[in-house]
Nanobody, 115 residues
Framework: QVYLVESGGGLVQPGGSLRLSCTAS????????MNWYRQTSDKERELVAA???????NYLDSVKGRFTISRNNARNTLYLQMDRLMPEDTAVYYC?????????WGRGTQVTVAS
């Protein structure tokens, strides 16, 4: 079974930073594209950032230049460094991987940006 566990969320002021982590188990982590999604109560879940096995990255336009996705294959861990946070970044952030022909999700971690 694949397990994804996120951590690192919290309350931060506008302009601040947070670093999310996602620890994966039950899969050969290094061969999979890993993703960060986010969701608010009034919007559909959206893809924030992705990183391929070779390290290529892709970002939602609104977070480009502010967020950085990275991975540590030795630790089976995915990261999302979020800088210059804005109130509109407030959401539950989910780690995701598509493996064995299905999607796996973590439980999510809440990020709240407010003064």
């Amino acid at each position: 079974q694949v397990y994804l566990v996120e951590s690192g969320g919290g309350l931060v002021q506008p302009g601040g930073s947070l670093r999310l982590s996602c620890t994966a188990s039950g899969l050969n982590f290094k061969i999979y594209t890993m993703n960060w999604y986010r969701q608010t109560s009034d919007k559909e879940r959206e893809l924030v950032a992705a990183i391929t096995a070779s390290g290529d990255t892709n970002y939602l336009d609104s977070v480009k230049g502010r967020f950085t996705i990275s991975r540590n294959n030795a630790r089976n861990t995915l990261y999302l460094q979020m800088d210059r946070l804005m109130p509109e970044d407030t959401a539950v952030y989910y780690c995701n991987v598509r493996a064995y022909a299905r999607d796996f999700w973590g439980r999510g971690t809440q990020v709240t940006v407010a003064s």
